[in-house]
């Protein structure tokens, strides 16, 4: 069964730093985009970045020149660097990955179950 275990939430203060990371659990063939989003309470999901195959990157206005996302394919990980946190980027967040499963298996797109992350003014 898939899973994208999902780590790295904490409680910081403003202006402090998480890295969040995310691991596709089980052997696949290809790892499509990957990426993270956010809801925080009251507010539908959002896009926060997300990385393709080829290596390029899409950030939310909001936290761009802040997040940074990358990935290592060698180990099916997605990482999101967040610096400068501010308050309002207190939310659950959550990976969403679109996998290829094997040769002949359309992709597919899954979701972890999301890693807390409190930011303190």
């Known amino acids: 069964q898939v899973q994208l275990v999902e780590s790295g939430g904490d409680l910081v203060r403003a202006g402090g730093s998480l890295r969040l990371s995310c691991e596709v659990s089980?052997?696949?063939?290809?790892?499509?985009?990957i990426g993270w989003y956010r809801q925080a309470p009251g507010k539908q999901r959002e896009l926060v970045a997300d990385i393709t195959s080829g290596g390029s990157t899409n950030y939310a206005d909001s936290v761009k020149g802040r997040f940074t996302i990358s990935r290592d394919n060698t180990i099916k990980t997605v990482y999101l660097q967040m610096n400068s946190l501010r308050p309002e980027d207190t939310a659950a967040y959550y990976c969403n990955a679109k996998l290829i499963l094997d040769r002949r298996s359309p992709p597919q797109y899954y979701w972890g179950h999301g890693t807390q992350v409190t930011v303190s003014s």
């Open positions: 089980v052997n696949i063939f290809a790892i499509d985009v």
